[in-house]
DNA sequence: CCTTTTGCTATCTGGCAGATACATCTATCA
DNA sequence: TGATAGATGTATCTGCCAGATAGCAAAAGG
């Protein structure tokens, strides 16, 4: 999966779980993959047509519009394993935050503080989230089998979220310092306005 | 900046530090930014001329084909600040590894492990880079006033790559623990196959 | 009966990565 | 000197993908 097919492999795997319309294959990776993958319509579609041609996916349910139901065929289920038994190559990083503390200067510690700050209240959220999964019950019998596997990927968010919340404290503790090192330079209200190399 | 002139950031940003050649500028992104930041020829050499159409970008040297050097113009370091204030807005999540434990079942415990393994050496290798980067003395007096900023993104590197090691840790133990508990059942060469939903 | 909302399907634009091609400039050995 | 190789440097093309947009149908609600 050499970076290509990646939809294909998150389609079939929710429909492994369970038949769904597009519609609700996109809510249900929105819901429930939401925390590592997202898939959007412009992908979905193309990607349900392409499989079905392929014969990896079965169309139930009317064929013109409205609502039609897609399930998995056992090539579909074969072709699945092989998706997911390739490398796992990690999408090359692409970080705003990061790119903007980075060159923070420009900025100045006040607005870097708001990043830092606005970060650290979206890896809360995000460890709420992963609490309120957590507490979700196993009712269905049918996902007890796969929720082991669910749960490392939530163990995962968690450990990132909070390692994003130690982080962000530090960073805080950090810019605090450097707006201090400039107030005494400055009045703090001025943007510190670094020299140009022309 | 939503989700669009990523590039022209990160492109003055790093002129504002040096001014560089394009295929300079893809390894100070590379080397420098690595770790949370990548840009590929096919958006720098676009991105330059754009910049220089608008003005905020300035071709030193031949302008014919050889080596021409870029520095930023005084409207450049202003629409580079412009830049940075728009808000950070995160990008949509694509971890290929937590896809396939998230399925993991398909797979089996073993592949899991491998696939765990695999990611517990890369945030091994990260931290080593980590380390490295703070080794490296401030010896150029114009980046000391950028250091701390620079450290910023550092430090969020370590947390991220300690917190991945302490999960992956976690996760083998459960994979191992699921290993044992499948031994129970049937020979522990035979891979699992969960039932269809035709 | 009309209007709004929601469920659902689909297409288009443009950012972007990665592969590829090619030209120039060293450097080292023959 | 010449040749070969490797680094430097510029540029283009293909295809994945997100997000915006738009068109419908069915239900809800007035």
């Known amino acids: 999966m050499a970076r290509t097919d990646q939809t294909q492999a998150a389609v079939l795997g929710a429909l492994s779980v369970l038949p769904m319309t597009g519609y609700a294959l ?3 990776i929105r819901d429930t993959l939401g925390h590592f993958w997202s898939e959007s319509f412009g992908q979905i579609y193309p990607a349900l047509a392409e499989l079905e041609r392929r014969g990896l996916v079965e169309r139930r349910g009317g064929d013109r519009t409205g609502s039609s139901t897609f399930a998995i065929t056992a090539a579909g289920t074969a072709r699945l394993r092989e998706l997911l038994a390739e490398p796992a190559q990690p999408a090359p990083p692409r970080n705003p935050l990061l790119l903007r503390l980075f060159f923070g200067r420009q900025l100045g510690p006040d607005a870097c503080r708001a990043l830092v700050l606005d970060a650290r209240s979206r890896a809360e959220e995000q460890l709420a989230r992963m609490a309120a999964v957590r507490r979700e019950p196993a009712d269905d019998p049918a996902s007890t089998a796969d929720r082991p596997y669910w749960l490392l990927t ?3 968010g968690e450990h990132a979220a909070r390692a994003q919340l130690a982080w962000a404290d530090e960073a805080l503790a950090a810019l605090d ?6 107030g005494a330079d400055r009045p703090p209200s001025s943007r510190p306005t670094p020299e140009e190399h022309p």
């Open 26 to 28: 996109r809510q249900e």
């Open 154 to 156: 939530v163990s995962a």
């Open 177 to 182: 310092e450097l707006r201090s090192d400039d």
